[in-house]
């Protein structure tokens, strides 16, 4: 089984103390988002074949891949690096500092455990196509040699997305807009070109649509082979995606939506920032569950 920590929200950045605590105990319990059944996961070696951690901000974790790295678990980082303006990243990390933090990943475990994403491209009237461009081209030089593929995506405007951008662009005074199939695939053939250039595998998460556009290939965010190449060992997995065109290899996650503080107001894992406060101040580091449901009120 490979284990997801997590695309729901950023366990490196925040929860890292729980996880340990979890990998110590050798299970978690997780609750079911959609239909609320609770199942206990077990992460003993024997269950685990490695994990694959998501991130904006792997500073505060760096000392836990150590302790991973001991119990003998392979790892991979998938950690988004976009450059945005903090009226769309409201508490993200700059991005000198996650590209020194990627560096430390691939100079202590190897070239082949970190994964630059780009994603979601968001196309704003403070980030419009041309300014994607210019930072995308800073970035893929910036890792050059540090990683060896950068995951797209173009914002998906799910209901909850939609109303935090509106939100934020009515206080933040910008506009948001959703490009055309045509200048979606102009700009991912400029992206694949940069990246190219940067010995970089521009690769597209799950956007059937886009496929086969200048040549990208699909990407596979949860990646048994690479996570084969990293635990030098063959690591089996059913390809079993979260929706349709997602490529990924079969996965447990663990975490959980609405309890990630970043902040970043195109964030598909959360629903309002009132949601994630009052998540969040549920979390216990040394509790089973990444954060308790809330106390349901018995009438007396």
């Known amino acids: 089984m490979i284990v997801s920590a997590s695309y729901k929200t950023d366990i490196p950045a925040f929860f890292g103390d729980w996880f340990l605590n979890r990998l110590s105990a050798g299970w978690c319990r997780m609750v079911n988002p959609y239909g609320g059944q609770v199942h206990d ?139 055309d199939q045509a200048e979606r695939q102009a700009m991912l053939a400029r992206l694949a070109a940069i990246a190219g250039d940067h ?14 556009t200048a040549g990208i290939r699909p990407a596979r965010c949860i990646d048994a082979l690479r996570l084969s190449d990293v635990a030098g060992r063959p690591i089996d997995a059913p390809i079993k995606g979260n929706r349709p065109g997602c490529a990924c290899h079969q996965s447990r996650d663990l975490g959980g939506y609405d309890s990630c503080p970043h902040g970043c107001v195109y964030c598909y894992a959360v629903s309002s920032r009132s949601a994630v406060r009052s998540r969040f101040e549920r979390h216990d580091p040394n509790g089973p569950m990444l954060v308790p449901p809330r106390p349901v009120k018995v009438s007396p």
């Open 199 to 212: 010995d970089l595998a521009l690769t597209l998460c799950t956007q059937p649509a886009l496929a086969g």
């Open 41 to 179: 996961i077990d992460l003993s070696p024997a269950a685990v074949d490695g994990f694959v951690f998501w991130t904006r901000n792997l500073g505060p974790f760096l000392p836990a891949l150590d302790q991973v790295a001991r119990y003998g678990f392979p790892f991979i980082v998938q950690m988004t690096v976009t450059g945005y303006p903090r009226v769309l990243e409201r508490s993200v990390i700059d991005e000198s500092r996650a590209v020194g933090q990627l560096r430390a990943v691939r100079n202590r475990y190897g070239p082949r455990v970190a994964v630059w994403r780009y994603d979601p491209i968001v196309l704003t009237s403070v980030t419009p196509s041309a300014w994607h461009i210019r930072s995308f081209a800073r970035l893929a030089a910036a890792l050059r040699g540090v990683v060896d593929e950068v995951v797209v995506s173009f914002l998906e405007p799910y209901r909850k997305t939609a109303r935090n951008l509106d939100l934020a662009a009515g206080a933040g005074d910008f506009t948001w807009s959703l490009p």
